[in-house]
């Protein structure tokens, strides 16, 4: 079985707080705990466009920082682990953080943010959605400063494609059980991961998949037929 981890970060590219952690420390991390891959899952949105350390920089160069963020971790991984482009997300129209899966640097390039923090969370899963084969899970649904975003059947046009069942680094706050059963009760799609963001954390949780995964194509494939078994407390030395 391969494991990749679904949720992790360096401090190359953040705002004020999120991480302290090297993209050399990420990769150690992961292979000592035997990992193949990890989707290197950076802030975007809102509060990077609102940090005072961003300030004066448009969304390109925004973009080319991230991209080189990515590029980085890449290469302090090698050939040892598998890195694949990914973000957490955070827009005015939702309380809450979302991961995304399946970007790509035009994605990120082309980014509007006027168009993504719309009125309603919908407009930015259609945003997201209209920019190619990219999947939105919503991170800690059941964290205190989260709003979980609306599943039901009279809301279909709020669907996010899913929700992160376990969060290893907030598990105390995240409430990791309710999202396991929300997902559960209206069948979407579940993803688990470390939330590493600083030094010395440990890394527990993603995804064991029968074969491995080689690209952001194949990664979006597995979460959308869920190939895959979650990590979680309960097996983190699998």
């Known amino acids: 079985m391969y494991k990749y981890d679904l949720h992790s970060l360096t401090a190359d590219f953040t ?3 999120r991480s302290d952690i ?19 899952t950076n802030p975007w949105g809102k509060k990077i466009f609102s940090d005072p350390s961003h300030d004066g920089k448009d969304v390109k160069q925004l973009a080319e920082e991230f991209l080189a963020a990515y590029e980085k971790i890449k290469t302090a991984a090698g050939n040892a682990l598998d890195i694949f482009l990914g973000a957490e997300a955070t827009v005015e129209c939702a309380n809450g953080n979302f991961l995304l899966y399946g970007i790509t640097p035009e994605f990120l390039l082309e980014y509007e943010p006027h168009r993504a923090d719309k009125d309603w ?21 059941f964290a205190p400063w989260s709003v979980v975003v609306d599943f039901s059947e009279e809301h279909p046009e709020r669907m996010a494609d899913g929700l992160e069942v376990y969060n290893h680094r907030r598990a105390d706050v995240c409430c990791n059980h ?28 993603g995804i064991l998949t029968e074969k491995p995964i080689t690209s952001n194509a194949d990664l979006v494939s597995v979460l959308k037929n869920r190939k895959y078994i979650l990590v979680g407390e309960e097996n983190k030395n699998v």
């Open 15 to 17: 705002y004020n707080g």
């Open 22 to 40: 090297s993209a050399e420390e990420t990769v150690e991390v992961h292979i000592l705990a035997g990992y193949r891959g990890m989707v290197l």
């Open 121 to 141: 969370f919908s407009d930015f899963a259609s945003y997201v959605h209209s920019k190619g084969d990219v999947l939105v899970y919503q991170a800690s649904p």
């Open 178 to 205: 309710f999202a396991a059963a929300r997902a559960e009760h209206y069948n979407v799609g579940a993803v688990s991961g470390s939330d590493l963001s600083y030094r010395g954390g440990s890394v527990c949780g």
